[in-house]
């Protein structure tokens, strides 16, 4: 029997990963808000859904690609009543959205009453890695409920990793999310120094690549799309404050003194010259002309 995973939220993450999942031989349904996304997922081969509840009754998995936490809260919280009446099948949310450790903690714990599993499952590798079924994912939940939901797991990331019960995953993905965002600066502050200085940025990038102050935004964003000028890597501007943000509010809940990270939250959040709906890849333009 095919299995049946609902998709929710079928943006720049989402649509990637539910037409992965539907070259991948499941069942595939799919909501999001905007009909443009619901009909590029329906050519994508997934079937589009008129709303979360037919989705959610149809479904043995739901993954989630949302934008925030408060989404993914009243995503489940609307649809309690449906998931207590889905008796007899434990239902596993695997929740894909970058959100907050407090809420996926929350969410499992209401949604195990119930007899469902949630696991906080955030993803790296931006919508290619997506698309082609090799993100890197980080889990929060039960081994139980990660045994479950394995198949549908692999189909979508080349790396699982279990980093510990409900909660885990977030943490370890703003951490992850707070390097990356002080990479963008600290590479960017390094090619502005190389051009002041009177050395050609390209050199002074490969160098980096080649050496010890390399990161995978200096070997993967910086010549996509910062050196090229495309600054379209598909992850915005918007969607990466709210991960400073976030690192920034788990670190002061647990008193961790982090003063390079006060720093870059602040730079991320006073770059006013750039948009929310800007391409993230634009805090490292370090051209002047940029
Ligand atoms: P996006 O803005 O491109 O897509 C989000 C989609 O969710 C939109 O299509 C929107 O219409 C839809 N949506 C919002 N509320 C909804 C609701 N209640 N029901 C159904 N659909 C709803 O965002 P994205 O870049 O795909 O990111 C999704 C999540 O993944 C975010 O938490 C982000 O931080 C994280 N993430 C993004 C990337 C990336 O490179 N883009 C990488 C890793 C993690």
Same mark, same amino acid.
């Given at each position: 029997?095919?299995?049946?995973?609902?998709?929710?939220?079928?943006?720049?993450?989402?649509?990637?990963?539910?037409?992965?999942?539907?070259?991948?031989?499941?069942?595939?349904?799919?909501?999001?808000?905007?009909?443009?996304?619901?009909?590029?997922?329906?050519?994508?081969?997934?079937?589009?859904?008129?709303?979360?509840?037919?989705?959610?009754?149809?479904?043995?998995?739901?993954?989630?690609?949302?934008?925030?936490?408060?989404?993914?809260?009243?995503?489940?919280?609307?649809?309690?009543?449906?998931?207590?009446?889905?008796?007899?099948?434990?239902?596993?949310?695997?929740?894909?959205?970058?959100?907050?450790?407090?809420?996926?903690?929350?969410?499992?714990?209401? @949604?195990?009453?119930?007899?469902?599993?949630?696991? %906080?499952?955030?993803?790296?590798?931006?919508?290619?890695? /997506? =698309? &082609? *079924? #090799?993100?890197?994912?980080?889990?929060?939940?039960?081994?139980?409920?990660?045994?479950?939901?394995?198949?549908?797991?692999?189909?979508?990331?080349?790396?699982?990793?279990?980093?510990?019960?409900?909660?885990?995953?977030?943490?370890?993905?703003?951490?992850?999310?707070?390097?990356?965002?002080?990479?963008?600066?600290?590479?960017?502050?390094? @090619?502005?120094?190389?051009?002041?200085?009177?050395? %050609?940025?390209?050199?002074?990038?490969?160098?980096?690549? /080649? =050496? &010890? *102050? #390399?990161?995978?935004?200096?070997?993967?964003?910086?010549?996509?799309?910062?050196?090229?000028?495309?600054?379209?890597?598909?992850?915005?501007?918007?969607?990466?404050?709210?991960?400073?943000?976030?690192?920034?509010?788990?670190?002061?809940?647990?008193?961790?003194?982090?003063?390079?990270?006060?720093?870059?939250?602040?730079?991320?959040?006073?770059?006013?010259?750039?948009?929310?709906?800007?391409?993230?890849?634009?805090?490292?333009?370090?051209?002047?002309?940029?």
């Amino acid at each position: 029997v095919q299995t049946t995973v609902g998709v929710i939220g079928l943006g720049s993450m989402g649509l990637g990963m539910a037409q992965t999942l539907a070259t991948k031989g499941f069942r595939t349904l799919g909501f999001d808000l905007s009909a443009d996304r619901r009909k590029l997922a329906e050519d994508a081969g997934v079937l589009p859904q008129s709303t979360i509840a037919d989705l959610v009754a149809a479904s043995a998995f739901l993954v989630f690609s949302l934008p925030t936490a408060q989404d993914v809260r009243s995503v489940v919280e609307g649809h309690l009543d449906l998931l207590k009446g889905k008796t007899g099948q434990r239902v596993i949310i695997i929740d894909t959205s970058t959100s907050e450790p407090d809420v996926s903690r929350d969410l499992a714990k209401r @949604l195990e009453a119930l007899g469902h599993g949630f696991l %906080d499952a955030p993803v790296s590798g931006g919508p290619a890695g /997506a =698309a &082609s *079924g #090799k993100l890197t994912m980080m889990i929060g939940g039960s081994e139980e409920d990660l045994a479950l939901a394995r198949p549908v797991i692999e189909a979508m990331a080349a790396k699982a990793l279990h980093v510990g019960p409900s909660g885990a995953g977030n943490v370890a993905k703003l951490v992850n999310n707070l390097l990356a965002a002080a990479h963008m600066i600290t590479t960017s502050e390094g @090619l502005k120094l190389a051009l002041a200085a009177g050395i %050609d940025p390209e050199a002074a990038l490969r160098v980096v690549n /080649a =050496a &010890s *102050g #390399k990161s995978m935004i200096s070997e993967v964003h910086f010549p996509t799309w910062v050196m090229s000028d495309r600054f379209d890597s598909g992850f915005s501007m918007g969607l990466m404050r709210k991960d400073v943000r976030l690192a920034k509010k788990l670190a002061d809940s647990t008193g961790a003194q982090l003063p390079l990270a006060e720093q870059v939250a602040s730079l991320w959040a006073g770059s006013t010259e750039l948009a929310d709906s800007d391409d993230f890849t634009r805090m490292g333009a370090f051209k002047a002309k940029n």
